[in-house]
């Protein structure tokens, strides 16, 4: 076979879960909570289904369901967006952002993507035949270079995929990376592709820049969300994408003909359970004090926080104590100390060491407890 995708091989998010299962270890790799969901929307699904709510609902997505998205959005970002055509609910985030570039690429394209990268985005623009322009987040700040973006803008640049709050590390955009952002894309035909599924996991008092907030920017943007990251229920895969009409037209053809509609008791439990601000107004600060009690433990260990202020991840240089790589230095962990981590090598392409490991801290204390008691043994 001729392979599309060459270069790829497995997610290292399966790699390590499957190590972790393997060897018993803890795992503090794969991003996804190992507590309880709530159980009011665990009985609103299954009132759903016991309600015969268990038929394709639209393709687009169940209208309530979009229509709380839209009041929510309003709420949130005080942007009035259309439900009907400005919305679609998609089998999670991964899926929105996929969908998007599909989407809008051509071959040979160029699309801009920050390294360390969320490991589907290059493989997502490369299946399409188009091209990733890599460019590497500052280390160890994880901020974004933006005079290199500008010289690294082509006519062929179609795309810029942004991420905040960040997944490897944790980083988020303030308002002057807007800024910034929007004086490069002005007057061109650039598109944006904002993952922005951490949308609530953002700490230490600081408000998300979702892109949402600017309609100039949202007028050329794919933003995409998961109610996997916000309802802790990640193995759901249920998410949306908001864009313009005319890109959400464009989008809805080719969701059309590969997921065409989204599991449907889900979505009508979480047209009611959404009526609720305050579960996912409240997460911010559940999950903060998640991440510094984390930090408090991770301070017995040789590990270097590198700070950062949003996402379920934190990342640690481990360079003060070891030179080892760091794909050798998770396997050892997980074989040797039972703990499982993700290798920050493998978000960028070409490998780039730079001594850090991942850690999702979504875990109850006990669990943080034991692995940090792991790791100190
Ligand atoms: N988003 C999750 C993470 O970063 C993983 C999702 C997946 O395994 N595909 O850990």
Redesign the pocket.
């Known amino acids: 076979i001729h392979s599309k995708l060459p270069d790829v091989g497995t997610?290292i998010?399966?790699v390590m879960?499957q190590m972790a299962v393997e060897y018993n270890a803890i795992n503090l790799?794969?991003?996804?909570p190992d507590f309880m969901m709530s159980e009011e929307l665990i009985a609103l699904v299954n009132k759903a289904m016991t309600d015969g709510g268990n038929q394709y609902v639209h393709m687009n997505g169940l209208p309530l369901l979009r229509e709380r998205i839209a009041e929510k959005v309003e709420q949130l970002y005080h942007n009035p967006i259309h439900a009907n055509d400005c919305i679609t609910v998609t089998p999670g985030g991964?899926y929105a952002i996929y969908t998007s570039l599909t989407s809008i690429l051509q071959a040979g394209d160029e699309v801009i993507v920050f390294e360390p990268a969320?490991d589907?985005y290059i493989p997502n623009i490369e299946v399409n035949g188009a091209i990733a322009v890599r460019i590497s987040l500052q280390f160890p700040s994880y901020n974004i270079p933006w005079h290199r973006v500008k010289a690294s803008i082509t006519a062929k640049t179609k795309a810029i995929i942004i991420n905040s709050p960040h997944?490897?590390t944790g980083a988020v955009l303030h308002e002057s990376d807007i800024v910034a952002l929007r004086e490069i894309v002005a007057g061109t035909n650039i598109f944006i592709i904002s993952d922005e599924v951490y949308e609530h996991l953002i700490f230490d008092g600081i408000a998300h820049q979702s892109i949402l907030r600017y309609p100039d920017l949202m007028e050329r943007s794919f933003v995409c969300f998961s109610f996997g990251k916000t309802y802790h229920c990640?193995g759901w895969k249920i998410g949306y994408c908001v864009a313009p009409a005319p890109l959400m037209k464009e989008f809805r053809k080719v969701h059309q003909f590969n997921c065409f509609s989204c599991h449907s008791p889900v979505q009508y439990a979480l047209a009611t359970y959404l009526q609720q601000p305050t579960p996912y107004l409240s997460l911010g600060g559940f999950m903060q004090q998640k991440r510094d009690y984390f930090r408090s433990l991770m301070q017995q260990t040789p590990f270097t926080l590198i700070p950062s202020h949003g996402s379920y991840?934190e990342c640690y240089s481990y360079a003060g104590f070891s030179d080892e790589p760091d794909k050798a230095l998770a396997t050892r962990l997980t074989k040797e100390k039972g703990v499982a981590t993700?290798p920050m090598s493998s978000f960028y392409k070409e490998g780039t060491d730079n001594k850090v490991l991942r850690f999702?801290f979504a875990k109850q204390a006990t669990t943080l407890e034991k692995a940090v008691e792991r790791l100190l043994q």
Not at 29 to 32: A, D
């Open positions: 997610t998010f399966t879960s790799g794969q991003g996804f991964t969320y589907s997944n490897p990640t991840f993700i999702c």
